[in-house]
């Protein structure tokens, strides 16, 4: 197993209004990120917040291509990013419990904080398809050139873990400076990591390892 400092190449916030930052996605353009009662996306290039709805945002947001999905509670809700409107919402694997969430593959990858888990899960009946245990507190879910990462958070330790989505095993780790905590994550679809930054209200770039 490899193991090394994350390499933070850029902060973005704390946001106005924001008291703590959850769920973390990428539509390609924007970045969105969970803020309790709010969805905020903004521009990574600027770091200028361009828009937010409102809508109960609790952990982990996902995004499909076309809907942005989020986790408010013990569901996941599924929203038209143009309108804000709630389309759909389906029961959470983690009863509440839930932390991390991505799309990938046609289905949603949810994170279970305290369970150590990580569920794929049906997005249209919430149906759990199968479950992949860590070892660690998992907060954030990301899939990335068929990579399957997770943020873990415990006391002042954060790592992003690379880990095996078949049997779980860690092959890689990338450990935070103590003290600074990811909340979500999700990868840009090449060299970067988006990391929530939980009660900093921070958003962090983080380099992705080739």
């Not at 919430?126 to 954030?140: A, C, D, Y």
């Not at 879910?141 to 006391?155: C, I, M, S, Y």
Request: glycine share 16%; proline share 5%.
């Amino acid at each position: 197993m490899k193991k090394s400092a994350a390499e933070i190449v850029r902060e973005y916030g704390p946001f106005p209004g924001v008291d703590s930052v959850g769920g973390v996605t990428y539509d390609g353009q924007q970045v969105w990120f969970a803020g309790g009662g709010k969805l905020n996306a903004f521009d990574p290039a600027s770091g200028k917040t361009l828009r937010s709805i409102d809508v109960a945002a609790h952990a982990g947001t996902a995004f499909d291509g076309q809907h942005l999905f989020q986790l408010a509670e013990d569901r996941i809700q599924k929203i038209d990013p143009n309108t804000g409107r709630v389309l759909a919402a389906i029961p959470a694997p983690g009863g509440g419990g839930d932390s991390g969430l991505a799309w990938a593959e046609g289905s949603l990858w949810v994170g279970e904080y305290r369970g150590r888990k990580i569920h794929q899960v049906d997005p249209q009946t919430g149906t759990i398809l199968r479950t992949i245990e860590s070892n660690r507190f998992v907060t954030g879910v990301t899939w990335v050139d068929g990579e399957l990462w997770h943020a873990t958070w415990e006391g002042d330790e954060s790592e992003l873990r690379h880990i095996d989505p078949q049997t779980g095993e860690v092959l890689e780790k990338l450990e935070m400076p103590l003290g600074v905590g990811v909340s979500g994550l999700e990868s840009n679809g090449d060299d970067q990591f988006f990391c929530g930054g939980g009660n900093s209200g921070k958003v962090r770039a983080v380099r992705r390892p080739r």
